[in-house]
């Protein structure tokens, strides 16, 4: 079985993955308690024997009991246990890993506690007593502890010790020592230095070509009867072919080179829907996708950091036209980063930001820009203190997204009607995770990839967030955001997050444009694709073939 990749995963760390391909693979080679499951969109019993059982203690802690099924096993048939949960926990939090990602989002989880009989069996004790910690507490892939941690270095602290850094000197030197074997193993890109408990392992991996999995012989979820979605493992081999250019990847569908093609861009999905002879070879598949396509300002430049500013040039996208020129209408508008399929949470009081360059105009104007004329055109603005500020924009976005070309030409010239020079910076994936990074950029272009379950939105625009790009945050979105994590009901999470996105409308530090539909095209004599909404948008573990009527 031969999927399209539009890039290559650049690593194959599953707690810290970089992009969609990289997650991908990591969900063949790992289990986590709970899964996503893409027919239910929810979260599914996975290495957990059922959802967490839940015990609310006073009014600010909670237990969550969790048990790993009696198959789940490693490779080398050691079972998987509590001990392995705990460790995973403590090593996300190790100094010298970048682990600020899961130092916001598992923060909450403050002990496991083991069950003093079954060592599959534990608790979760969490602080707080939020909705979302019986999904969230479930939702990181679980690493063996006896392959990477041998000598049970970090049995020695608590998690709680991990959570207060920095560590004094001997803890720090031994958490530092698992981590280093940790890194070691990832660098690898070998199964055996870091073997999940997932059904296949990783054959080859030739960069920028192609990564191939082969189903292990002997995985334990092959022993379930029956085998829930989320466990299930029907292709003996994946082989995932790293095709950038989209009409080279439809070429290679068409000649049966790929099997399937994932997030196929909408006129390359018309174009071969609308062929006789690629119909009768190709099946297409549509559905929504919490996927949101997105600008974003960087409010550390002086020029960025009001809101004026950023509304005024919010109005210079025209995500309407921009919907119809690049997903032929397909997709939604939206008014923010939360989908209008969800439809309790979605503040539809709100209308979506319109294409407006006029209203720009006097928006400019309220923050205090002045529009000169020649020999120093376009915008300005006194400072009070040295030279005034000019406005004019460096817009990044990854070069082999085609959406995000259009959307930056589109952007160019409505800014450049109104006198605001627009310089577009196509950038190389790696370089643009370093540009978003170091901020070296003022306006960039990309995906959110969300879901319908969880609505933590610390690591991406609380202030003290180092994966904040934006560098936007305020001590009233900071309290609502810490809030939205803490809710303890849906009707309070509920107006908590409708208050949220009447918020990011009136700071703009971000531009939602518009929800993007999945697309999916196959191979004809496949089946059990299941195309859904959530991410990648198929399931590749529960494809098969099926053999054709001969002509």
């Not at 707690?15 to 979260?43: E, K």
């Not at 850094?165 to 230095?193: E, F, H, T």
């Not at 990847?249 to 062929?275: H, I, K, T, W």
Request: aromatic share 8%; with cysteine; net charge positive.
């Amino acid at each position: 079985m031969r999927i399209r990749w539009a890039r290559d995963p650049e690593t194959l760390d599953p707690l810290f993955a970089p992009n969609l391909a990289a997650f991908d693979a990591n969900n063949l080679l790992h289990v986590s308690l709970l899964q996503g499951d893409i027919a239910t969109q929810q979260l599914a019993p996975a290495l957990a024997e059922q959802l967490p059982t839940v015990q609310l203690v006073g009014d600010s802690l909670t237990r969550l009991q969790y048990r790993i099924r009696p198959a789940a096993t490693w490779d080398n048939g050691r079972a998987v246990l509590a001990s392995d949960v705990d460790f995973t926990l403590k090593l996300m939090l190790c100094p010298g890993l970048p682990n600020e990602a899961a130092r916001n989002q598992y923060s909450f989880i403050r002990a496991v506690l083991p069950h003093p009989q079954d060592p599959r069996r534990f608790t979760l004790l969490c602080r707080g007593q939020s909705l979302e910690f019986a999904q969230a507490s479930g939702d990181f892939f679980i690493l063996p502890e006896h392959s990477l941690d041998p000598r049970g270095l970090l049995r020695r602290w608590s998690l709680a010790d991990l959570q207060r850094q920095p560590l004094p000197l001997p803890a720090d030197s031994g958490a530092r020592a698992v981590a280093q074997q940790y890194l070691a193993a990832v660098a690898s890109r070998s199964s055996n230095r870091l073997s999940g408990c997932g059904p296949y392992e990783l054959l080859k991996w030739e960069k920028d070509r192609f990564l191939s999995f082969r189903r292990k012989p002997r995985w334990w979820g092959s022993r379930l009867q029956p085998a829930p979605l989320v466990l299930q493992a029907r292709p003996q081999q994946l082989e995932y072919v790293i095709i950038p250019d989209v009409a080279t990847a439809a070429l290679a569908l068409q000649r049966g080179d790929v099997d399937v093609f994932p997030q196929m861009p909408a006129r390359e999905f018309a174009r071969l829907r609308a062929a006789p002879a690629a119909r009768s070879a190709l099946r297409f598949y549509t559905s929504p996708s919490y996927d949101v396509a997105t600008a974003g300002f960087n409010t550390r430049h002086p020029a960025l950091a009001d809101a004026l500013t950023r509304r005024a040039l919010s109005r210079c996208f025209d995500a309407a036209g921009l919907l119809r020129a690049t997903q032929l209408g397909e997709g939604q508008r939206t008014v923010g980063i939360i989908s209008p399929a969800d439809r309790a949470n979605y503040n539809d009081s709100l209308a979506p930001v319109p294409f407006a360059p006029d209203s720009a105009v006097a928006l400019l104007r309220r923050a205090g820009w002045q529009r000169r004329s020649a020999p120093h055109e376009g915008w300005f603005r006194s400072t009070g203190r040295g030279a005034d500020q000019q406005l004019r924009l460096l817009v990044r976005y990854r070069a082999e997204e085609v959406l995000f070309g259009t959307v930056a030409l589109q952007f160019q010239a409505a800014a450049a009607s109104i006198g605001v020079p627009v310089t577009l910076r196509p950038t190389e994936p790696g370089t643009f995770a370093t540009a978003m990074r170091s901020g070296d950029f003022d306006v960039y272009l990309r995906v959110l990839r969300g879901n319908p379950f969880m609505f933590n939105f610390t690591q991406l625009l609380h202030s003290a967030s180092a994966n904040n790009v934006t560098k936007f945050g305020t001590p009233a979105s900071d309290r609502l955001i810490a809030a939205i994590a803490r809710a303890d009901n849906p009707a309070r999470r509920t107006a908590l997050l409708r208050q949220f996105q009447a918020l990011l409308q009136a700071e703009a530090p971000i531009v939602p444009l518009f929800y993007l539909p999945n697309r999916v095209a196959a191979n004809r004599a496949l089946t059990g694709l299941h195309v859904g909404s959530l991410r990648p948008g198929f399931a590749a573990a529960t494809i098969e073939r099926v053999a054709q009527p001969a002509p």
